[in-house]
């Protein structure tokens, strides 16, 4: 159990609606220093709400928030300020500005003297690998180029707290791998890191912890270890030629398939105990799909089952079987004026 002095972000039964639409309905959710914690959730379930009112730009309706120390009461104490960095979905790029002066100018903002702000803008530009375009206006970089700058932009003044709103948006497999290389670098510096992301292989990537918000409130928080454990099972889903579906004890009909009727440690024995059945002697395989546990499965399960129901869900302790995961994997959400 962490004490409060570990604890980068406390908030406690935050609420927030937009008129008649309530958005975040109780949300509690703690972040210890030296840690990350990817907050998981649909497109529209309140992350970046939430992210606001974290950094103070937003006020809940009620509850309570506390970051880096500071009490934030509806109001965004100065001393906030010096604390955290923010990196927000939309691009905030000061589009004439070098990549170098985009640095020194956000550094300076933040009080650095012009000597140590280059200092550091040399250093982001180094960590991000911006170096060839140092001197390039920021108008002219990729999509990719600008997020890395975007972000680097919101730890020139080294942040006890990182707010970072899908960082990775628009970036190549070698400009996110060098994104998630500094985050995990800056926790491992014992700054906390609040991180949003579709993408779950950035989250494994990562090491980071995992809070899902669904229904407007946190509905399970985590090491990706115990949530794959609580809400994912490996499965499998059989089909056979002409879509005929035998009555096997211990299987389920889905679909033009069947599953297992409980979670299954082995799919390849399971799989063969099926074949092997006296109902299966006439029919001919057609397809197998194997479905794993991974963070993916357990977000699919998860969201599936709906906020109230997944309390439930987790109160149980069982990780229960829940239906076939879908395979799509369309779970990115992109906006921001910038973006590409
Ligand atoms: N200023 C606003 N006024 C009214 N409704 C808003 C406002 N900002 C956000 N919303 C609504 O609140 C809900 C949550 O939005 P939010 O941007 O926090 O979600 P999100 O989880 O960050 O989504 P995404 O994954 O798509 O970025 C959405 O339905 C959105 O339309």
């Given at each position: 159990?962490?004490?409060?002095?570990?604890?980068?972000?406390?908030?406690?039964?935050?609420?927030?609606?937009?008129?008649?639409?309530?958005?975040?309905?109780?949300?509690?959710?703690?972040?210890?220093?030296?840690?990350?914690?990817?907050?998981?959730?649909?497109?529209?379930?309140?992350?970046?709400?939430?992210?606001?009112?974290?950094?103070?730009?937003?006020?809940?309706?009620?509850?309570?928030?506390?970051?880096?120390?500071?009490?934030?009461?509806?109001?965004?104490?100065?001393?906030?300020?010096?604390?955290?960095?923010?990196?927000?979905?939309?691009?905030?790029?000061?589009?004439?500005?070098?990549?170098?002066?985009?640095?020194?100018?956000?550094?300076?903002?933040?009080?650095?003297?012009?000597?140590?702000?280059?200092?550091?803008?040399?250093?982001?530009?180094?960590?991000?690998?911006?170096?060839?375009?140092?001197?390039?206006?920021?108008?002219?970089?990729?999509?990719?180029?600008?997020?890395?700058?975007?972000?680097?932009?919101?730890?020139?003044?080294?942040?006890?707290?990182?707010?970072?709103?899908?960082?990775?948006?628009?970036?190549?497999?070698?400009?996110?791998?060098?994104?998630?290389?500094?985050?995990?670098?800056?926790?491992?510096?014992?700054?906390?890191?609040?991180?949003?992301?579709?993408?779950?292989?950035?989250?494994?990537?990562?090491?980071?912890?995992?809070?899902?918000?669904?229904?407007?409130?946190?509905?399970?928080?985590?090491?990706?270890?115990?949530?794959?454990?609580?809400?994912?099972?490996?499965?499998?889903?059989?089909?056979?030629?002409?879509?005929?579906?035998?009555?096997?004890?211990?299987?389920?009909?889905?679909?033009d398939g069947l599953e297992p009727d409980r979670p299954i440690d082995d799919?390849?024995?399971?799989?063969?105990?099926?074949?092997?059945?006296?109902?299966?002697?006439?029919?001919?395989?057609?397809?197998?799909?194997?479905?794993?546990?991974?963070?993916?499965?357990?977000?699919?399960?998860?969201?599936?089952?709906?906020?109230?129901?997944?309390?439930?869900?987790?109160?149980?302790?069982?990780?229960?079987?829940?239906?076939?995961?879908?395979?799509?994997?369309?779970?990115?959400?992109?906006?921001?004026?910038?973006?590409?």
């Open positions: 159990m962490a004490s409060a002095d570990d604890l980068a972000i406390q908030c406690s039964d935050v609420r927030k609606s937009y008129g008649s639409r309530c958005v975040l309905d109780g949300v509690n959710l703690q972040v210890r220093y030296g840690s990350i914690l990817a907050l998981l959730g649909r497109n529209g379930a309140g992350k970046s709400t939430l992210i606001s009112m974290l950094c103070g730009l937003l006020n809940p309706d009620s509850g309570s928030v506390r970051v880096a120390g500071v009490a934030l009461n509806g109001k965004r104490p100065n001393a906030l300020g010096s604390a955290i960095g923010l990196a927000p979905q939309d691009l905030g790029l000061y589009p004439q500005l070098t990549v170098m002066q985009n640095l020194m100018s956000m550094a300076m903002v933040q009080g650095l003297r012009p000597r140590n702000a280059r200092e550091r803008a040399e250093d982001l530009i180094d960590m991000f690998d911006l170096g060839k375009q140092s001197g390039q206006r920021a108008e002219s970089l990729s999509g990719g180029q600008k997020r890395r700058l975007h972000t680097a932009m919101a730890l020139v003044h080294s942040p006890r707290v990182l707010f970072l709103d899908e960082p990775t948006v628009g970036a190549d497999v070698e400009a996110r791998s060098s994104i998630l290389q500094v985050v995990r670098g800056i926790a491992d510096s014992s700054t906390a890191v609040l991180y949003t992301t579709h993408y779950m292989e950035e989250i494994e990537q990562l090491g980071a912890d995992v809070a899902f918000l669904d229904g407007g409130s946190i509905v399970d928080q985590g090491s990706i270890h115990d949530i794959i454990k609580r809400h994912a099972a490996p499965s499998i889903c059989v089909s056979f030629v002409g879509g005929l579906q035998p009555e096997v004890i211990g299987w389920v009909r889905t679909g799919p390849g024995r399971t799989l063969a105990a099926l074949l092997s059945d006296q109902h299966c002697r006439d029919v001919q395989l057609k397809d197998v799909q194997v479905i794993h546990a991974n963070l993916e499965t357990a977000y699919r399960n998860i969201v599936r089952s709906g906020g109230g129901d997944s309390v439930a869900y987790i109160a149980s302790g069982n990780p229960g079987y829940p239906e076939r995961p879908e395979q799509s994997q369309a779970l990115s959400g992109i906006s921001g004026k910038e973006n590409r």
